[in-house]
């Protein structure tokens, strides 16, 4: 009797225990997750892999043709990689060059993002209003017309065109072409050149993600320092560089990673003097139809940014915490910057005037010059604006807005970019979510690497495997889990929502990781599920991160081409698209015009979410 | 601030309505825009042809439906075939001239309803292919270009195409043979040569190609960096081929007075040239247009020289440039051929093939299909149709030879040859 009533509680309380894990809302989230990031992640991984083990019918002639088929197995790709002639010139130097851009663009995008955020949220600044939208522009300048900027100024006589500013001004002091070339060279093209454009460019990571993390530090915490009589420097260094260490992280992760696996700016500022990365190299044999070594070597960069996951995990650990969001009330009192206030108002000012202020211009003016180059009044016009079709201008094309495909464009790219940072923000919160709490153990940590996936699978490769993938029912067992998506707006969002998670879930993930557990507890003691503590409690809690998660995703995918152009139809077309249009079409001024247009568009989103941000966030605390 | 917390939520929950009602609605338009491939009517007309190759119970289903190995059908035939087929028809093209092509098309032909879409090389094949592969034909015209003879190799001359050549006889018959051997030529470009006419106004300093290998001109020498895409690649190749490389040994004796001694691992001259090209530190753009703007941009004391598309040649009125072209001794290198196709599996293949007769420039003397590629620095195939204003006559540039077999064999060791110099 006696033990039969004991195997009974043994099996009810397995039963419990099972019960327990199953109906945990959390675990099934978390099982969810996994399921749907294999499937539409690892599987276009598998997918590229295993084609780097095909001989293509394009290599049969390189192998010798005799013996071999298309379609067997083969070594041939990797073996080219690793261990052939060609080793050192496609893949040791390349990936030198590669992780010496990396390290570099990683250490001044941070240290230039991590600067200003603090000055935007932590210090007394003035005109913050201003800076604070301002600096995020230069994010959404294209990087192209960086490097273009960049050569305007320092362009040498040898390379021929017209020479750069600075460079003019030697030849007419009268400095000898071999002298400037020796001064102005190592600045105006190579790997100093790539470093200081692309740390312009990406230090926006560091600075969205920072200055969220700050703006939820409690000023209590850093006041606590100074009644214990600690410096500024040691307050900055002992008490809020470790507090917002995981969004730098985060940055970094984002960074390092966008800095070895772009391409565009490597491509303009390095051809001159002949620097290719691993970048370059996968771009040169993707554009010559090498596909398989492109894999190869995409594989290689993700591997490498894996590593640089696995590191953050590390560091991060799983024991430290660095909750800012608790129970207690915030409070944010701004440091007196003293006698340095004036200078580096004049500094950031000098900055924003240089960096972001001319850029824009110089976009708008060429916009409305008919002939490039030629800076005189009768060569102003709107024609590229709003001309209606002059054979003579263009092949004939209409300005903008008088182009039928504007409208459709424009619409098309707002639902786009809007749909997407809307779910892809709320989905990268979720994962965020998970990353977080299984901080140090393994579903955290597996969800922290698959997300990372998508963000260096080439964009065409991505593009091209979801087209197959989602071009036929997917069936299993019989049962049409999704229908055929091609052609569809749906497709195109499932598409970039992948593929910008990364963003959304580092932003997700460094946010999550302040907010402190005990208001959770709080709430599940108060008998709140775990829908309504995620939906009441964290949600609004992570509304910082949410808002830079938005807009990492939001620009991303405003200036996305390469990614969709396979998935869309005639009647889905973007505005990149247009531009790109334009520029095939020999009309640059028209795509500046497109490039203003989704600059301005994305300006004004970042506009009003700071505005709707800050001022939430101001009640909240007078409240 | 309970009241704006209401006010954001209410936003949020509008602008995630929007969303999904965008969502929704692009998926019914985008699904009717998906043309069904399976309209295959029995082929009326499939009898009539006279010039199939095969006996028609070889073809397949829709190789009989499309008619696709018949030349002698006229426009009229075409016309009503392709209104019967559903009066539509779709393009994928690298040109971003197609819309001008659309409009035209559309104004001689009422009823028939023409969609381009324009896109770059490889994405172009890469979409192709995976809508094929997944049975969603969208599009029934392809324009792209056969640089290295892969497209034929690959996706023509293969069990299973993918694509096919349309064969015109009417038009053919005004055709050099070589370049209709493996594809349906529409408009040929050149890798050309420029130099500033500002800087040299009594001619180019450079006539015969060996003297780009001169210590002279170390560092003066503009181009893309051949490893950067198909063309570029395909274009060095051209010179590793036999018939050139012997053009080239000749150009060098003629040039210096003596034979040609070749290094170590240059299999010919072709190689030879290509070594010291790259040993004189030629300057790499990222663009054709960049390389071309490096040329001819007025007001430079000591300006390179450089190879460009030689469609740059029009941004000397567009951009007030001072490009000069020079007809290179022996040759140019080899041309760029624009072709056309036919997709497998479409469903409306006279108009497809309607379309690209009208862009070839028809027989019937109406050149408006034509009309937008014959612009200066691209050259018609046609011996029947006058190329632009301003661009010296197709057959007195010296251009290479272009055997498509030997460029498609050669490709990828010339490739890895260059890649190997560094």
Not at chain 1, 228 to 242: C, D, V, Y
Request: aromatic share 12%; glycine share 8%.
């Amino acid at each position: 009797m006696k033990d039969s009533e004991h195997s009974y509680s043994r099996v009810r309380r397995l039963k419990n225990q099972i019960k327990a894990v199953v109906t945990n809302p959390y675990n099934v989230i978390v099982l969810v997750a996994i399921i749907l990031l294999t499937y539409l992640i690892v599987f276009p991984l598998v997918d590229m892999l295993s084609r780097t083990f095909v001989l293509s019918q394009r290599d049969l002639r390189a192998v010798g043709g005799t013996g071999h088929v298309a379609g067997e197995f083969t070594f041939y790709y990797w073996q080219k990689l690793f261990a052939s002639d060609l080793t050192k010139s496609l893949l040791v130097m390349p990936l030198l060059h590669s992780l010496e851009i990396g390290f570099a663009v990683s250490v001044g995008s941070i240290v230039l993002g991590a600067v200003l955020a603090w000055l935007m949220v932590r210090s007394d600044l003035p005109f913050k209003p201003f800076f604070s939208l301002a600096v995020i522009i230069p994010y959404m300048i294209p990087s192209w017309v960086k490097s273009q900027a960049w050569l305007s100024m320092f362009r040498t006589p040898r390379i021929g065109g017209s020479p750069g500013f600075f460079t003019a001004l030697m030849l007419k002091a009268g400095i000898s072409n071999e002298v400037i070339e020796a001064i102005i060279a190592p600045i105006a093209y190579g790997p100093l050149a790539i470093v200081v454009v692309l740390s312009l460019h990406y230090y926006a990571y560091t600075y969205l993600l920072v200055s969220a993390a700050l703006n939820s530090i409690n000023s209590e915490l850093e006041e606590m320092g100074e009644i214990q009589g600690a410096s500024k420097a040691l307050i900055l260094r002992r008490i809020t560089f470790p507090l917002v260490l995981p969004a730098m992280l985060s940055a970094v992760i984002l960074t390092f990673s966008k800095a070895i696996g772009t391409f565009g700016v490597i491509n303009y500022l390095g051809s001159p003097v002949r620097f290719r990365t691993l970048s370059s190299e996968l771009y040169s044999n993707s554009q010559s139809q090498n596909t398989q070594i492109a894999f190869a070597m995409a594989i290689l960069m993700i591997c490498i940014a894996a590593i640089s996951v696995f590191i953050n995990q590390q560091l991060i650990g799983s024991r430290k915490s660095y909750a800012t969001i608790g129970g207690k009330g915030g409070r944010s009192t701004p440091i007196g910057l003293g006698v340095w206030k004036p200078l580096i108002t004049v500094i950031l000012l000098a900055f924003f005037v240089v960096a972001i202020i001319m850029p824009v211009l110089i976009l708008i003016l060429e916009s409305c010059m008919l002939q490039q180059g030629t800076y005189s009044l009768e060569n102003f016009t709107l024609y590229y604006w709003a001309g209606s079709g002059n054979p003579d201008i263009m092949e004939g094309l209409p300005g903008i807005f008088k182009n039928e495909q504007f409208l459709l464009s424009l619409f098309n790219s707002c639902r786009l970019t809007l749909v997407n940072g809307v779910f892809g923000t709320i989905f990268g919160q979720i994962l965020g979510y998970i990353c977080a709490k299984g901080r140090g153990r393994f579903h955290g940590k597996l969800v922290e690497q698959l997300v990372f996936i998508p963000y260096l699978i080439p964009s065409i490769a991505f593009g091209g495997i979801y087209l197959s993938m989602f071009s036929r029912p997917q069936q299993l067992f019989g049962v049409t889990l999704i229908p055929a998506l091609y052609g569809t707006f749906t497709l195109l969002t499932v598409t970039s929502v992948v593929k910008h998670l990364p963003f959304a879930s580092r932003a997700g993930t460094s946010n999550m990781l302040q907010i402190s557990g005990e208001l959770e507890e709080a709430a599940t003691i108060e008998g709140a599920g775990f829908f309504k503590r995620f939906i009441k409690i964290v949600f609004p809690l992570s509304k910082g991160g949410f808002i830079s998660g938005f807009m990492l995703i939001f620009v991303s995918i405003m200036k996305e081409l390469d990614l969709i152009i396979l998935i869309m139809t005639p009647s889905t077309t973007t505005l990149p698209y247009l531009a790109f249009q334009y520029q095939n079409n020999n009309a640059p001024q028209s795509s500046d015009c497109v490039a203003i247009v989704m600059f301005s568009i994305v300006f004004l989103v970042y506009a009003l979410a700071n505005i709707f941000g800050d001022a939430d966030l101001a009640k909240s605390m007078a409240g | 601030m309970y009241k704006h917390k209401k006010w954001l939520a209410a936003l949020m929950a509008v602008v995630m309505i929007a969303g999904l009602a965008a969502c929704g609605g692009g998926s019914s338009s985008g699904g009717s825009t998906t043309p069904a491939t399976t309209t295959t009517e029995p082929a009326q007309s499939g009898g009539e042809t006279t010039t199939t190759p095969a006996a028609t119970s070889d073809l397949t289903e829709w190789e009989q439906f499309a008619n696709i190995f018949a030349t002698d059908e006229t426009d009229e035939e075409l016309y009503q075939l392709a209104l019967e087929q559903g009066g539509e028809v779709s393009i994928y093209s690298i040109s971003s001239r197609t819309p001008k092509v659309k409009e035209a098309f559309e104004a001689k032909y009422p009823g028939l309803t023409c969609t381009t879409f324009d896109i770059k090389t490889n994405e172009l094949l890469e979409k192709v292919t995976r809508e094929h592969e997944a049975g969603q034909t969208v599009a029934d015209v392809v324009h792209i270009k056969d640089q290295d003879g892969s497209l034929f190799k690959e996706y023509i001359d293969v069990p299973d195409p993918m694509l096919y050549n349309y064969k015109p006889a009417d038009i053919f018959a005004h055709i050099d043979p070589q370049y209709t051997a493996t594809a349906t030529p529409l408009y040929i470009e050149l890798t050309q040569l420029f130099y500033n006419t500002e800087a040299y106004p009594d001619g180019s300093p450079i006539t015969n190609i060996w003297q780009l290998t001169d210590p002279e001109w170390k560092g003066k020498v503009t181009m893309q960096n051949p490893l950067d895409n198909i063309s570029w690649g395909t274009w060095i190749t051209g010179f590793c081929c036999e018939e050139e490389a012997e053009r080239l040994a000749v150009a060098y004796k003629e040039l210096y007075g003596e034979d040609i001694v070749l290094s170590d691992g240059c299999p010919n001259a072709g190689y030879e040239f290509l070594k010291r090209l790259h040993e004189n530190d030629p300057i790499y753009y990222a663009s054709s247009d960049a390389t071309a703007e490096a040329v001819g941009t007025r007001g430079q004391s000591d300006p390179p020289v450089g190879f460009s598309a030689s469609s740059k040649i029009r941004k000397n009125k567009d951009n007030d440039w001072c490009l000069g072209v020079v007809n290179l001794y022996p040759d140019t290198g080899i041309p760029a051929v624009n072709t056309l196709y036919v997709v497998e599996g479409c469903a409306h293949p006279a108009a497809a093939k309607l379309l690209i007769r009208y862009m070839m420039g028809g027989v019937d003397g109406d050149l408006g299909g034509y009309k937008p590629f014959n612009t200066q620095g691209g050259w018609p195939v046609r011996d029947d149709i006058p190329g632009a204003e301003g661009d010296m006559p197709y057959s007195e540039i010296n251009v290479a030879p272009y055997n498509v077999e030997e460029l498609y064999v050669s490709y990828n060791t010339v490739r890895d040859f260059w890649q190997m110099l560094g």
